[in-house]
């Protein structure tokens, strides 16, 4: 199946800092999405990002499907930028979301 | 609002007793499912449905069962929690089961069976 890595595991920022994180899949999608996971558990969806490049205010994200990585750009982060950061890809089947090992951001006031 | 709604949000309950948590869609979602999520396992998925009465096994199913009988709500059936249960489950969606379809969570049920 699909592997999905996620680089790097953990990232210290101080506020107003700027930050890549990155995805890695082993193999096409038509189907990629970027979550964040709040101190509270919960699931928030930044991104729908098969290919291509998308904005939303301080985020960003960039796919190139046709080398298998995706990117997620956060600027001037804020303390409330802190949590888990998921990458998730569909299997060919439409069945599963395959989800990477996630980055556990923290920024720092 | 677009939204997949789950139910409890958290939930303490003893082995052995019967429970359900609800998910329901306001979007028309054809397909439905549910993950839970442990400490270094990352989410894994229970069971989805690619339709209504159309259900089928993830990748940890044992223990749990569900039931698909409108095109709303995908209720997450516990007949005999144990300990090994406690987890965050999720509920998801999507228009279609299809590679490209982008999936919608709910807001996650946080379980503990003592």
């Known amino acids: 199946g699909i592997q999905v890595e996620q680089s790097p595991p953990d990232l210290i920022l101080q506020e107003g800092a700027n930050s890549t994180l990155r995805c890695n899949f082993s193999d096409s999608v038509n189907n990629l999405q970027w979550f964040h996971q709040n101190p509270w558990g919960q699931l928030i969806n930044l991104f729908y990002?098969?290919?291509g490049t998308k904005q939303n205010g301080r985020l960003s994200a960039t796919t190139v499907a046709t080398e298998r990585y995706s990117l997620l750009y956060i600027s001037s982060s804020q303390t409330t930028d802190s949590g888990v950061y998921f990458c998730a890809v569909r299997d060919n089947y439409g069945q599963n979301f395959v989800f990477g090992p996630g980055t556990r951001l923290s920024v720092l006031p | 609002e677009a939204q997949v709604t789950q139910n409890p949000r958290y939930l303490i309950t003893v082995t052995g007793k019967k429970l359900t948590v609800t998910c329901s869609q306001n979007?028309?979602?054809?397909?439905m499912s549910w993950y839970r999520q442990d400490p270094g396992l990352g989410l894994r998925q229970i069971y989805y449905?690619?339709?209504?009465?159309?259900?089928d096994k993830g990748d940890v199913p044992e223990g749990y069962k569900v039931s698909r009988k409108e095109k709303r709500n995908f209720p997450l059936i516990l007949e005999s929690p144990s300990p090994n249960q406690t987890s965050l489950y999720f509920c998801a969606s999507s228009l279609l089961a299809t590679s490209s379809a982008e999936a919608f969570f709910g807001q996650g049920t946080r379980l503990t069976v003592v």
């Open positions: 990002i098969p290919s």
């Open positions: 979007m028309n979602h054809e397909y």
């Open positions: 449905s690619m339709n209504v009465e159309v259900t």
